[in-house]
Every structure is written in structure tokens, then in C-alpha cells.
């Protein structure tokens, strides 16, 4: 039988959020079965996103993170710990990876990652204005070994990993069965509620590997680019308060 694929999306109102939610929706359609997809929001499940959600026909569910976002740069991080919970919980087996909704993700990645073993890789194409950013960031590859990564100076030292939020997935069995795993440590996963922003793939990711030689190049020789990062500044876009109207519109 095909692996589960457990894809988390952390999700919230804004103007944009209907194009990604239903553009997002139509790759995942796509997928061959069987697929999950784990929608967290903040505070309550909104009636725009479960509209959605319902429409779709693929497999999904919609979760609301009731913690209290204590700084800006927290985007999505508590939204994707309540999904870890959730997945650990239910022990749901399958490859996790965290699909933001505003990037663009071909239905070739998608397979791919079903054959990911422990902990697989790729490079993910930053669209970004900003030159700070690397046009790439993800690992270097050597057939399905990875032998180093694609980054920009400014970060170089600091980074262990330099891998995009979109840029691996994981066995979710890593999540409660460290022994098997030989995970680096085998103290449950810590949340990363405090980590510095840019920081928060690494420290997940030395959490549950122990280095490159435990990771996988997706697909072997890392050769295609298959997501890409889109960093779209939305802000000042005018936005009606949710996109379900309660009444008709007036007519004039
Ligand atoms: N996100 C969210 N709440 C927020 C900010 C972001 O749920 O307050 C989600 C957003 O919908 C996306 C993910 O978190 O799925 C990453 O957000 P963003 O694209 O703003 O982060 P960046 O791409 O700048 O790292």
C-alpha cells in the first residue's frame, strides 16, 4: 500500500488567503490517495477556511491552535506543534511535511516524498525582491546523498541546516519511537515556541536527525526544483471581513 502523506498547513484570514487556500487545494486533489491534510488556525476555525476545506474532497482536518501568539515572528510555529501533537496523539502513520499555503509545490514533490524513508531533502526557489536572500536554499547533492547546502553568506556559520519550512519531510514515527530511530536525542520533540526566527527548521530538524548521512535527497541528485518559496508582502491589500456575504448585495 502507498505511504500516508500528512501534509500541515497553517493558515489565516487575509486578502490572499482564498487564492492560496484553493490553489493549494487544487494540487492536493491531484494527489493520488492516500493524502492528509491538517489545516491549524489560531483561536477559532474560520467559517471562510472550513468552506473551503468542505469543497475540496480531499481527505482533511481543520484544527484551531488556542494558544496565544506571543510575538509576530511566531508565524504558523504554534499552529504546526498543535498539528505534531495531533499526528502523535492519533499516531498517524505516513511522511509529514509542512506546506505553507502561499507556496507553490509541483505534483511531482508530492510523490516523491512518499519514498522518503527517515528524513528527505530538496532545494526550494526563494521568490523573493530581497537580494539578502539566497536564491536557493536547501542541500547539495550527490545522487540521494546530501553533501552540503545551498545558502547566503550572512547566515552561513550560523545555521546548521539551511533547509526551507517546505523543504523536507519526515517518518512520522520519528515523533514517539526515538529508539527505533537512533534519533540525537530521546526526549520528546521540544516545541519551538522560542526559537529565533530563522531558526526554526534547524532546531526541529537536529531534533530528529543526527546528521546529512541521515537524510535523503529528493529526488536523487537534488537536479529539479520542485516548490518554491513565494514571499509576496500582501499588506495594504483592501480585504471585504471574510469572503462569505451574509445578504445579497444591494442592487443599485
Ligand atoms: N501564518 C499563520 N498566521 C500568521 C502568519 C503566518 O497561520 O500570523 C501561516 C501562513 O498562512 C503560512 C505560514 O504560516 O502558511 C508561513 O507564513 P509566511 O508565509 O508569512 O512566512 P514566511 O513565508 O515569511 O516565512
Known amino acids: 500500500p502507498r505511504k500516508l502523506l500528512i501534509v500541515v498547513t497553517p493558515t489565516y484570514n487575509r486578502a490572499l488567503q482564498a487564492y492560496y487556500l484553493n490553489r493549494l487545494s487544487g494540487a492536493l486533489k491531484l494527489v493520488k490517495s492516500p493524502l492528509l491534510w491538517i489545516v491549524v488556525e489560531m483561536n477559532v476555525a474560520s467559517a471562510e477556511t472550513a468552506d473551503i476545506l468542505r469543497k475540496t474532497g480531499v481527505m482533511y482536518r481543520h484544527l484551531v491552535c488556542s494558544k496565544n501568539m506571543t510575538d509576530i515572528k511566531d508565524r504558523g510555529v504554534h499552529q504546526r506543534n498543535v498539528a505534531l501533537e495531533h499526528i502523535a496523539h492519533h499516531r498517524l502513520d505516513g511522511i509529514v511535511y509542512f506546506a505553507d499555503d502561499d507556496n507553490i509545490y509541483s505534483l511531482e514533490l508530492f510523490e516523491s516524498i512518499r519514498s522518503i524513508n527517515r528524513f528527505g531533502t530538496w532545494p526550494v526557489a526563494m521568490l523573493a525582491q530581497s537580494k539578502s536572500?539566497?536564491?536557493?536554499?536547501?542541500?547539495?547533492?550527490?545522487?540521494?546523498?546530501?553533501?552540503?547546502?545551498?545558502?547566503?553568506?550572512?547566515?552561513?556559520?550560523?545555521?546548521?541546516?539551511?533547509?526551507?519550512?517546505s523543504?523536507?519531510?519526515?517518518?512520522?514515527?520519528?515523533?514517539?519511537?526515538?529508539?527505533?530511530?537512533?534519533?540525537?536525542t530521546s526526549d520528546p520533540i521540544q516545541q519551538l515556541d522560542n526559537v529565533k526566527?530563522?531558526?526554526?527548521?534547524t532546531t526541529f530538524i537536529e531534533q530528529i536527525v543526527e546528521?546529512?548521512?541521515?537524510?535523503?535527497?529528493?529526488?536523487?541528485?537534488?537536479?529539479?526544483?520542485?516548490?518554491?518559496?513565494?514571499?509576496?508582502?500582501a499588506r495594504g491589500l483592501i480585504y471585504p471581513r471574510g469572503w462569505l456575504l451574509q445578504k445579497n448585495l444591494d442592487a443599485v
Open 211 to 233: 546528521d546529512e548521512s541521515q537524510m535523503e535527497a529528493v529526488p536523487p541528485g537534488c537536479s529539479r526544483v520542485l516548490t518554491w518559496h513565494l514571499h509576496l508582502e
Open 167 to 184: 523543504g523536507f519531510a519526515f517518518n512520522s514515527t520519528i515523533l514517539w519511537d526515538p529508539k527505533k530511530w537512533h534519533r540525537p
Open 133 to 165: 536572500k539566497a536564491i536557493l536554499e536547501g542541500p547539495v547533492c550527490n545522487g540521494s546523498r546530501v553533501i552540503g547546502w545551498h545558502t547566503n553568506e550572512k547566515s552561513k556559520q550560523l545555521r546548521r541546516f539551511h533547509v526551507d519550512m
Open 197 to 201: 526566527e530563522g531558526f526554526q527548521e
